[in-house]
């Protein structure tokens, strides 16, 4: 795009007030509203900071997750169980693991 000499531009970009550094990050994760997930591994990360507003350029492997856990339940059914039953966070995640079922885990917590 630029056929400029990598100094001279961070020269230009310090004049203008625009500073740059690199973070070293090893997984970038990002939640969103709906509960599911970007994550970005094997990043690279730099911090832009225009005269005092800062912002981050990450590019990497990217994928997406739903707002399922890796053991298939949503923490909304962790809460559902313990509401329901009274149980701790670990008893209804061992009845969610056990059972397989929110129904199930809920009738056996009960």
Known sequence: MFNMDPKKMEAMMRQMGINQKNIDAERVVIEQSS???IIIDNPSVVEI????NKSFQISGDISES???SETGFT???ITTVIEKTGASEEEA??????????AEAI???S
Request: hydrophobic share 25%; charged share 50%.
């Open 35 to 37: 509960g599911s997930k």
């Open 49 to 52: 900071n225009m005269k005092g």
């Open 66 to 68: 739903d707002e399922q």
């Open 75 to 77: 923490e909304e059914d």
């Open 93 to 102: 995640r061992k009845a969610l693991e056990k059972t397989g079922d929110l």
């Open 107 to 109: 009738m056996e917590l």
